[in-house]
């Protein structure tokens, strides 16, 4: 059984910053690339970040790129994001995935998700 529990969303103002955890187990984390991806309320799920099985190579959407920092320690099987300069259009659920050895900008070839967290971002 894969489970992947993401921790840290809330409610915060433009401007400031969240820190995402993810959880994985039942997987062998350390082959697995992992991501992060995002849903607001009637829109497609978008993806966020990845980051490589060992944490040497990451990738950004543009809507985020040098404001949000994705991380991993494989010792204990979390991926982290933090998100900095948060602004209102970064509002949405925020789901962990993970993709085996290489990852992925599209959601779609994810194979495994967390259950979300909600980050909502007031103006």
């Known amino acids: 059984q894969v489970q992947l529990v993401e921790s840290g969303g809330g409610l915060v103002q433009a401007g400031g910053s969240l820190r995402l955890s993810c959880l994985a187990s039942?997987?062998?984390?350390?082959?697995?690339?992992m991501g992060w991806c995002r849903q607001a309320p009637g829109k497609e799920r978008e993806f966020v970040a990845a980051?490589?099985?060992?944490?040497?190579?990451?990738y950004y959407s543009d809507s985020v790129k040098g404001r949000f920092t994705i991380s991993r320690d494989n010792a204990k099987n979390t991926v982290y994001l933090q998100m900095n300069s948060l602004k209102p259009e970064d509002t949405a659920v925020y789901f962990c995935?993970?993709?085996?050895?290489?990852?992925?900008?599209?959601?779609?070839?994810?194979?495994?998700w967390g259950q979300g967290t909600q980050v909502t971002v007031s103006s």
């Open positions: 995935a993970a993709r085996y050895y290489t990852y992925s900008a599209r959601p779609n070839e994810y194979n495994y």
């Open positions: 980051i490589s099985w060992s944490g040497d190579s990451t």
């Open positions: 039942g997987l062998p984390f350390s082959s697995y690339a």
